[in-house]
Each structure stands twice: as C-alpha cells, then as structure tokens.
C-alpha cells in the first residue's frame, strides 16, 4: 500500500514520488561524494605505483638490451667463463661512454 503524502484524491501521485525520490538520491550521492573526496583526492598511493611501474619498466627494457647486446658480443660460438662476459660487459660500458 503506498503512503499517505503519496496518495491525494484515491489516486498515487507518480510525479511526487518521483521528485521525492530524485531529491533523497541526489542527497545521499552527495553526502557520499562529501565523505569519499578525501580518498579520492590522495594521490601519493597512485604517484608511487606509477614512479615504480615505470622503473621496473626501464629496468627490464635495460636488462633485455644489455643482454643482445652480450649475445652480439661474445658471438655464438664464445666460451661461458667469467672472463669473456666480463670483457663484453666492459665494451659495453667503453661504448657507451665514448
């Protein structure tokens, strides 16, 4: 059964709920709105994790050139001692340097 301050003459008055309603949404959306900015406007969490993606990002991006790079290096048939991978990890730092 619908309440009273909705019913005038027998009949429900669609339009008054309606509005009534539309007024109780609009207030609970903006005092939620009011009680949530904080979080939204706190963007240190989001700065960090974007300042950290993007260093692993160029990390990895290091990581894979500097690998090619050895590969070119030390050629196919290169020995795996320490010596070889130390001289290309050398000509690698000369090259970029000069």
């Keep these: 059964m619908p309440r009273r301050e909705f019913v ?4 429900f008055d669609e339009e008054l709920f309606a509005e009534i309603r539309e007024k109780k949404l609009a ?3 903006a005092r939620e709105m009011i ?3 904080p979080r939204w406007l706190n963007y240190e969490f989001e700065d960090a994790q974007v300042k950290i993606d993007i ?3 160029i990390l990895e ?3 894979t050139e500097t690998i090619t ?3 070119e290096k030390m050629g ?3 020995s795996s001692n320490s010596n070889a991978v ?3 990890i050398g000509d690698i730092f000369r090259d970029a340097l000069f």
């Design 86 to 88: 130390a001289n290309a």
């Design 55 to 57: 260093g692993d990002m």
């Design 76 to 78: 196919p048939g290169a």
């Design 27 to 29: 207030t609970l959306l």
């Design 35 to 37: 009680e949530n900015e």
């Design 8 to 11: 005038f003459g027998g009949h």
């Design 69 to 71: 790079i050895l590969n």
């Design 61 to 63: 991006q290091l990581v």
